[in-house]
C-alpha cells in the first residue's frame, strides 16, 4: 500500500481531465470506491490504509475537495506544500483497477 487517497484521486481527476469528463466531488468518492473494490478483489487486500466512512467517503478527499460543494473539481489535491502526486506509473496493478472502473464510469455503466 503505496498510494495515498490523495494521489488515488488525482489520477482519476487527470484522467477526467484529459477526456474532458468533468466530475464532482460525489462521483469522484464512488469512482474511488469503486477501484479499491476492484483492486480488493483481485489482489486480496486493501489499496488504502484510510477506511471509506458513511459507505463511500474517504475523509481526506472529501476534506481536499470540500470547497466545491457539488460543483465540477477544478483542481488537484496538493500536500501541505502545495505538490500534487498522482498514482505512478509502474503500480500496474493499481492502474488495471482504475482504468477498468474508468472506462466502466465514461461508458455509462456507473451511476
Do not use: H
Not at 29 to 53: T, V, W
Not at 62 to 79: H, K, P, V
Request: aromatic share 10%; proline share 3%.
Amino acid at each position: 500500500m503505496g498510494v495515498t487517497p490523495q494521489a488515488l484521486a488525482n489520477t482519476v481527476l487527470k484522467k477526467a481531465a484529459l477526456g474532458n469528463f468533468p466530475i464532482n466531488k460525489m462521483e469522484l468518492q464512488r469512482i474511488l470506491y469503486l477501484i479499491c473494490d476492484d483492486y480488493l478483489k483481485a489482489n486480496g487486500k486493501p489499496l488504502l490504509s484510510e477506511n471509506f466512512e458513511n459507505g463511500a467517503m474517504l475523509r481526506s478527499v472529501e476534506y481536499a475537495f470540500r470547497s466545491f460543494g457539488g460543483d465540477t473539481i477544478t483542481r488537484f489535491a496538493q500536500d501541505a506544500k502545495g505538490n500534487v502526486y498522482v498514482v505512478n506509473f509502474e503500480c500496474t496493478d493499481v492502474l488495471r483497477s482504475v482504468n477498468k472502473i474508468w472506462n466502466m464510469y465514461k461508458q455509462g455503466e456507473i451511476a
